[in-house]
């Protein structure tokens, strides 16, 4: 048997594996890259409703302004707005919750549906949202307030933090990981700080 040609052989050999582990982990890169920026357009078209909302807040509203929130919850919010700028100056109840079940049609088990409800009208958020947390603070404090929060806490309420997070339907590579875009915003609707 001619040396030359088994090393040939095997130095071939090894250059195939090397080039197809290559291509299997650029081709993975690419679609993790691609997951997540999927994920961070949906994170963007959702949280632009979500400022929409959540700065007016109380906006328009004619009762104590105290009362511009009728829940605070860690997963769902229930305010007065008026979020049209209707002139006539008719407010709306608007609420955000996220639901504790899995979605149905996604193979992520951290899937949720985030629903948006404005005076009845409902719209179910399947944008991949995983987490939709929200934390209530009085005044100055850098502590939130403990749930559940009482109706006569909810009066003190200036600040309101929102950290939402998305992932793809679809998961990559061998453990079925799920790149996730978070956001985070700190809100201080200028309707629930006029004293």
Do not use: C
Not at 99 to 115: A, F, G, K, V, Y
Not at 137 to 156: A, C, H, K, M
């Amino acid at each position: 048997m001619n040396l030359g040609l088994v090393t040939s052989f095997i130095i071939a050999g090894l250059l195939m594996i090397t080039i197809v582990t290559l291509n299997t982990r650029t081709g993975q890169h690419s679609a993790d890259i691609t997951l997540h920026t999927m994920s961070q357009g949906h994170v963007s078209v959702i949280s632009d409703i979500i400022q929409h909302d959540f700065n007016k807040i109380g906006y328009n509203y004619t009762g104590p302004i105290q009362d511009a929130i009728e829940v605070a919850d860690e997963k769902e919010i229930r305010f007065s707005s008026n979020l049209t700028d209707d002139p006539s100056g008719t407010t709306q109840t608007v609420i955000w919750r996220l639901s504790e079940d899995q979605m149905q049609n996604s193979s992520n088990p951290r899937h949720r549906t985030l629903t948006r409800i404005v005076d009845g009208e409902e719209n179910e958020i399947t944008l991949g949202v995983s987490k939709f947390e929200l934390f209530y603070y009085t005044g100055d404090s850098e502590v939130p307030l403990t749930f559940p929060i009482s109706p006569d806490r909810r009066e003190d309420i200036s600040r309101i933090k929102v950290i939402l997070e998305v992932q793809p339907k679809e998961g990559t590579g061998r453990n079925n990981n799920y790149t996730t875009s978070t956001w985070r915003k700190v809100f201080t609707p200028p309707n629930l700080n006029l004293n």
